[in-house]
């Protein structure tokens, strides 16, 4: 829908000012004549795969609510959030279940919607996903106005408040419906629907070509001089075709006046069709940011070195930025001003930067003989219990560590002191402890 007008004491909308929006929402065409949506997107491989391992790793880190304790912090088991959250955010999902699907729907459609259900106290005690598919946004006097099509056809107008609306790249774009900078996120299938289409492309040509007994054109000759009917041409063509299939494939065949079967060569296009698929495949782990080998793609140049700085990166520019912005997304619209100067959500990315046994291990020795990690945070970053008692808390101070600026000079023992010491506090009680 196009932007909301106000007309009188009325609203209504305009789309005819916005032709462009028009044709991509219900066209959604590509230069290599395929329709590219939400929907047929995710059944290219490439792009499931790219939406699976995105949108589980998400699901699976620890999502925490934390309470501010001078310049540290506890977790927040007490608050009303924590379990909604951590647990179930509704009566038919787990949390895992809830934020994949979120993510997928980032992903896919660049907008993810949550329907707040809250108490008369504003207490928000359900989280309820919404398909997208069936969202529009307009725009009611600066403010966004979401209209929302149930299962059932029935229509509903929320208010920002009772929307919890996480946008993926909020910028104003033909796909966007001409709506102001910051109230719809971009669509990365919409973004890139031309590498997609080709993919789709190739899948439906690849089809094709094994519906077709994946065999190439055949071609039928006959001796100079022989003429067919038109209605022999026909039941020949028929014939061939019915020989084609893949359930008639060891079938007979029969020919007459002296008819000779052969098979058209493959092009030198044709036989180039897989690499383009592989060149698909590339092209779309680069536009959700996943490496390649993740989704079952590896290179020939993948050391074990390599794939694992991949598996860090990954970590680093693909799965920390959308950690960042559910984020601050959670901070902003699901706890009230009060509860933000007290609370924060948080994701535990720790178990995904970890890396192999000998270097975490190394990392812990180096942390616990510096002094700037306890025992027990060594062992809650291994999911281990902690050591009863004060022991697993004590911080070690290196002997040789002073200020900044400071000279030490350590204390010089003078070997013959001590044994006179000793020889004194004999002489006194009469040689007793001697």
């Given at each position: 829908m196009g932007i909301l007008h106000r007309v009188g004491s009325f609203l209504t909308r305009s789309g005819v000012n916005n032709p462009i929006y028009w044709i991509t929402k219900h066209f959604g065409g590509s230069a290599a004549g395929v329709n590219v949506t939400a929907d047929n997107a995710i059944k290219v491989s490439a792009v499931y795969a790219c939406v699976k391992v995105v949108s589980e790793t998400i699901a699976s880190l620890p999502l925490m609510l934390y309470k501010r304790k001078g310049?540290?912090?506890d977790v927040?088991?007490?608050?009303?959030l924590y379990p909604l959250l951590h647990d179930a955010p509704n009566d038919f999902m787990t949390s895992f279940e809830w934020r994949e699907g979120l993510m997928a729907h980032q992903l896919l459609r660049g907008n993810s919607y949550n329907l707040k259900v809250q108490k008369a106290s504003g207490k928000i005690v359900e989280l309820r996903p919404l398909n997208p598919a069936n969202m529009e946004i307009v725009v009611d006097e600066g403010q966004p106005v979401y209209l929302y099509k149930h299962e059932d056809?029935?229509?509903e107008k929320y208010t920002s408040d009772k929307i919890w609306h996480v946008k993926n790249l909020p910028i104003s774009?033909?796909?966007s419906g001409g709506l102001p900078e910051g109230i719809k996120g971009l669509s990365p299938i919409s973004a890139a629907k031309?590498?997609?289409g080709i993919a789709i492309a190739a899948d439906d040509y690849s089809g094709r070509y094994f519906q077709n007994n994946a065999s190439v054109g055949m071609a039928l000759k006959y001796p100079a001089g022989v003429k067919l009917s038109d209605n022999a041409k026909e039941y020949l063509k028929d014939s061939l075709a019915e020989y084609g299939k893949a359930e008639n494939k060891f079938k007979s065949i029969v020919l007459e006046n002296g008819g000779e079967l052969t098979k058209v060569g493959m092009s030198n296009e044709d036989s180039q069709f897989i690499e383009s698929r592989q060149f698909s495949v590339e092209e779309i782990a680069r536009i959700f940011r996943v490496p390649p080998v993740m989704?079952?793609?590896?290179?020939n140049t993948m050391t074990y070195a390599s794939a694992e700085q991949l598996f860090l990166s990954f970590a680093n520019y693909t799965i920390a930025p959308w950690c960042k912005r559910l984020e601050q997304s959670?901070?902003?619209?699901l706890l009230t001003d009060k509860e933000r100067k007290e609370y924060f959500f948080e994701f535990n990315m720790a178990g995904l930067l970890r890396g192999d046994l000998a270097g975490r291990y190394q990392a812990y020795a180096v942390a616990r003989q510096w002094g700037f990690m306890s025992v027990n945070e060594i062992r809650s970053l291994e999911n281990w219990n902690p050591i009863e008692g004060e022991a697993g808390d004590i911080y070690l101070q290196p002997m040789n560590m002073v200020e900044a600026g400071t000279e030490y000079e350590p204390k010089q023992l003078n070997p013959t002191d001590e044994p006179k010491a000793e020889l004194e506090k004999a002489e006194e009680t009469g040689g007793e402890d001697a």
């Open positions: 310049n540290g912090k927040a088991q007490d608050h009303y056809g029935k229509e774009s033909a796909y031309e590498s997609i989704i079952g793609h590896p290179t959670m901070n902003r619209y």
